[in-house]
């Protein structure tokens, strides 16, 4: 039997702030995570968009240097019109002329479009990088409170880790393994009070001999029958919630 179960209750107590501040170091580690997804997010359309802008650059650049060929051609065979000694010489000329002013103007008309592609996606561009500007400084400004309270959440686990072992080294052998099994198995609450007459970890209602016995010795305390979890009733605190309430 315990002398008191009161060590027990500490660290009971002590783990569920070190599971609580555990939580909310993984959860706080999340929350950055996806704050710094959406900055990502912004910043990969971002690049995709300039490298599709450089493409439509180079490709004007290639129309651009073309346009230049089909002028020069066009200049060399105007320059060669006066020169022209019969009608077979001048229906030639006239034919390279006609298809040369053709490419000529499907060249500026692809160049007249991709321009227009080209403005367009400096628009779309400006637009994602105003969203990647906001999104980073709201990562910033989000992060910088996240970290703070990370390393508030850090401080705690410090604190409470060699707390919740001097605890444990006070516990019984035997309840000290019961708990450690407790928890190996999952069951976050080895230890619990007793609730309006029911085990506050399962919620099973307990058998009024149980809970009058545990009542009636403070220090005592048993497992529960349904999910064996050990019971012990709070006995200040039940006598202070109902002068409360009175
Ligand atoms: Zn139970």
Redesign the pocket.
């Known amino acids: 039997m315990l002398q008191t179960i009161q060590p027990l209750i500490d660290l009971a107590n002590t783990d569920l702030d070190l599971q609580t501040s555990v939580f909310s170091r993984s959860h706080l580690a999340r929350q950055i995570e996806t704050a710094r997804s959406v900055v990502d997010q912004h910043q990969k359309l971002f690049e995709q968009k300039n490298n599709e802008h450089e493409l439509l650059t180079s490709e004007g650049k290639e129309v651009k240097n073309n346009i230049q060929i089909q002028e020069q051609l066009i200049m060399r065979l105007d320059e060669q019109v006066p020169k022209i000694r019969n009608e077979k010489e001048f229906a030639v000329s006239k034919t390279q002329l006609e298809e040369a002013r053709k490419l000529l103007g499907l060249l500026e008309d692809n160049l007249l479009e991709l321009d227009m592609k080209k403005e367009d996606l400096e628009l779309e561009i400006e637009t994602i990088n105003s969203e990647l500007t906001e999104s980073n400084t709201a990562f910033q400004q989000e992060t910088s409170g996240l970290l703070k309270k990370q390393e508030r959440a850090e401080k705690k686990i410090a604190k409470l880790e060699p707390r919740r072992n001097r605890l444990l080294k006070k516990v019984p052998l035997n309840i000290k393994r019961f708990y450690e099994r407790c928890q190996e198995s999952g069951i976050s609450t080895p230890v619990c009070a007793i609730q309006d007459k029911s ?1 506050s ?2 919620h ?1 209602v307990l058998l009024p001999q149980l809970v009058n016995e545990l009542m009636a010795n403070p220090n005592a305390h048993k497992n ?1 029958p ?2 064996s ?1 050990i019971l012990y009733f709070p006995e200040v605190e039940e006598v202070e919630e109902e002068a409360s309430t009175a």
Do not use: L, Q, V
Request: hydrophobic share 10%.
């Open positions: 085990c970890g399962c099973m529960c349904n999910c979890r």
